[in-house]
């Protein structure tokens, strides 16, 4: 019944490594989201897409760039990663964007590791 | 601006009730509320619209007040089962079609027996 699937669960990378991270969905939601979430802190907003629409938060680093090649899969791509983007990736959706009609579901996260 | 909720932690015994309060500087279309345990995803609890409406189900409820860019959630007689970090999520009255929601700063809520 896994509704918002991210794989790996774990992942350990290399500092300058690409690393890419994939979340699907089964909920043929048209948003996706990608959250960057450190230890103790709230979860922060990368980038989203409504449909094909990217969205790129202001403050994003352009080390991250997102791809999304139909609605059930989305993917994170890490360039080069630092040490300062260990973290926890969440990847949620949502059936319309922001409040307007519902819930965001979280999949369970990535946990990111940079060596 | 990220919302600044209070208090930023908090300890009760099980039975005992509790309020966390969301505070934006920007106007607010919508507030939600997450509840994310160590090492899991937030999971929703509930979304409030603009038009000062409460909600709530079961022992946990919330309010929003838009005037006052503020939002509370209220959980009574709490259980075990209710620690964890609450966030509120933000939606600025914003366009339609890039709407986003912005995580307050958390409050963390350990219940003991």
């Known amino acids: 019944d896994a509704m918002v699937i991210q794989n790996p669960r774990y992942q350990v990378t290399q500092f300058g490594k690409p690393v890419t991270l994939s979340c699907s969905q089964t909920?043929?939601?048209?948003?996706m989201y990608w959250y960057q979430q450190k230890s103790s802190q709230a979860p922060k907003l990368l980038f989203h897409y409504y449909d094909k629409d990217f969205n790129n938060e202001a403050d994003t680093p352009d080390n991250f760039q997102s791809r999304r090649p139909n609605t059930s899969f989305c993917f994170l791509d890490i360039r080069s990663p630092g040490l300062g983007d260990a973290a926890m990736y969440l990847c949620a959706t949502s059936r319309d964007p922001g409040g307007r009609s519902g819930e965001q579901y979280f999949g369970p996260g990535t946990r990111l590791t940079v060596t | 601006q990220q919302p600044v909720q209070s208090p930023q932690a908090v300890i009760l015994r099980e039975g005992e009730d509790a309020v966390i309060n969301c505070s934006s500087s920007?106007?607010?279309?919508?507030v939600h509320w997450y509840r994310q345990k160590h090492g899991e995803a937030p999971i929703f609890l509930m979304i409030?619209?603009?038009?000062?409406e409460q909600k709530g189900h079961d022992k946990i409820s919330a309010s929003f007040n838009e005037k006052k860019q503020q939002s509370s959630l209220y959980l009574t007689a709490s259980q075990l089962s209710y620690s964890g970090t609450y966030f509120c999520g933000t939606d600025p009255n914003s366009n339609f079609g890039n709407e986003k929601l912005t995580f307050g700063t958390g409050t963390r809520l350990t219940i003991i027996p």
């Open positions: 409030l619209l603009k038009g000062g």
């Open positions: 909920l043929n939601h048209n948003v």
């Open positions: 920007k106007a607010l279309y919508s």
